[in-house]
């Protein structure tokens, strides 16, 4: 095992038990931990935290993602003559902390950020062997699919951020209340004009009929 490759094991094992430590702890019924950058990029500041759904996400995927990089030190080891083995450590480990990123992003912004790069990461994973054909076609199949999803995203928080205060999803989501009790106090209106509508109908129809009844017996 050469340096490259303790120096990647130990960098992601340390960084993942620093992320699993509040995991767990947000797990035992603590707090909800997070951290708050102002920036100067447009969207707001760059919210990332730790709830208890995030924390059950971080426990699953750093565990398996730790124990799927320790059991591929030895898995390719039979590649090191065909590739930078190194580099496929190094391109796991990125992913691993791209999705750490996304299930903790708390903002449009960084968790915009954080896909890019976990879409980037799944590609140069995905062809690693690039030597073969159907690989190639795989990774390119890939990076199209997920940057079709990336657009998405980007519509949908251009769309979800129209009435929003900035890019935060607590501004969102305050948004989004705003624009559904505006839309029930439309509803509202409208069903109250209604009622007023049918009991002028209601009284207007038994004289219409009691005036024709009275034509008729003329």
Known sequence: MTFTTLAILATTAALSAAALVPALRVLAGGSVEGVRLVTGVPGGAWVFAIDPLSAWFLLLMLGAGVAALAYGTVYLAA????????FGRLVFSLLLAALALVVTAQSAVPFLAAWELMALGGYFAVVFDDRRDDVRRAGLVYLVATHAGT?????????????????????LAAGARVKRLQGAKRIGKRGHRRPRHAARQWQVEPWR??????????
């Open 151 to 171: 657009l998405l995203l980007f519509l949908l928080f251009g769309t979800w951020g129209s009435r929003a205060a900035d890019l935060t999803f607590a501004a």
């Open 79 to 86: 590649e090191a003559g065909h590739g930078s083995v190194a």
């Open 209 to 218: 009929r009691a005036r024709g009844m009275g034509a008729l017996r003329r």
